[in-house]
C-alpha cells in the first residue's frame, strides 16, 4: 500500500483566494483524521470522519474551513477564504479498529500551506 | 478537557547520552497512549502505543515508554541515543471518543 496521500505537497496562495487540500486514506481505513501543525499551537485535530461521515468537527476554526469526504477513498479540507494566520502543515491521517481494539493512526507527508 | 504536557521543548544532548522525555496527560479514565516520532521533512510515524498490560513498553529502534497510572505520565527513554535520533517526538492520549489528543512536542537534536 502507498499510505496515505496527500496532495499538494506545498501550496502557496495569497491572501482571500480558496485552498483546497487533498487526502486519500489507506485502503481499507475507514476513520479519516485532518490536523494542523503549527509552531505555536502544535498538532492540532480539525475534524475527522468514520465511515465517510464527520463525527467530530469541534477542532476547525472557523466557517471558512470546511471538510468533506464524498467517498472512502477520498477527503478534502478546503479554505475559503485564506488568512495569512492560515499557514501551516495540514497532516491527514487514517486508521481502522481492530477487533474492539484501537488501531494506530497513519499520517500522510502533508501539506505546507503559505497564505501571503 | 483533556490536555497532554510535553514540558521539554528542545533537548539537546551527545551521542550515546540517554534519554528520557517527560509526557503528562489530564484525564482520569482509561486511556491509550501513543508517542509518534517526525522526522524533518517526514511525517509522523508511530514508535509505541500502551493499551493495558505490562505499562513498559518496548517501540522501535530502541525506544521504550513507561505507563504510571498514579503520576498521569508516560515517558519516553532510550538508553544511548544516536545522530538519527534527531526528530520531533509527540506524546498522544486517546480516551473514549476514536481521536488523539497530542502534545506539542519536544524537538531533540542529537550532537555527533
Redesign the interface.
Known amino acids: 500500500d502507498a499510505g496515505?496521500i496527500q496532495s499538494p505537497r506545498h501550496e502557496v496562495t495569497e491572501m482571500g483566494q480558496e485552498v483546497t487540500l487533498r487526502c486519500k486514506p489507506i485502503s481499507g481505513h475507514d476513520?479519516l483524521?485532518w490536523?494542523r501543525q503549527t509552531m505555536m499551537?502544535?498538532?492540532?485535530?480539525l475534524i475527522?470522519f468514520?465511515n465517510n461521515v464527520p463525527?467530530?468537527d469541534s477542532g476547525m476554526p472557523e466557517d471558512r474551513f470546511s471538510a468533506k469526504m464524498p467517498n472512502a477513498s477520498f477527503s478534502t479540507l478546503k479554505i475559503q477564504p485564506s488568512e495569512p494566520r492560515d499557514s501551516a502543515v495540514y497532516?491527514c491521517?487514517s486508521?481502522f479498529?481492530l477487533a474492539g481494539?484501537?488501531n494506530?493512526?497513519f499520517?500522510?507527508?502533508?501539506t505546507r500551506l503559505t497564505v501571503l | 478537557a483533556q490536555s497532554v504536557s510535553q514540558h521539554n521543548h528542545h533537548v539537546i544532548l551527545s551521542e550515546a547520552a540517554s534519554l528520557e522525555l517527560g509526557c503528562n496527560y489530564s484525564y482520569g479514565g482509561t486511556v491509550n497512549l501513543f508517542w509518534y516520532v517526525q522526522y524533518p521533512g517526514q511525517h509522523l510515524q508511530l514508535l509505541l502505543k500502551y493499551f493495558s498490560g505490562d505499562p513498559l513498553v518496548k517501540g522501535i529502534k530502541g525506544f521504550e515508554a513507561e505507563f504510571i497510572k498514579s503520576k498521569f505520565s508516560f515517558n519516553l527513554r532510550k538508553p544511548s541515543v544516536q545522530w538519527s535520533d534527531t526528530a520531533e517526538y509527540f506524546c498522544a492520549v486517546r480516551s473514549g471518543a476514536n481521536n488523539l489528543f497530542f502534545g506539542t512536542g519536544t524537538r531533540l537534536t542529537v550532537i555527533p
Open positions: 496515505v476513520y483524521f490536523y499551537r502544535g498538532l492540532e485535530l475527522y468514520n463525527i467530530d497532516f491521517a486508521s479498529p481494539d484501537y494506530e493512526q499520517f500522510g507527508p502533508g
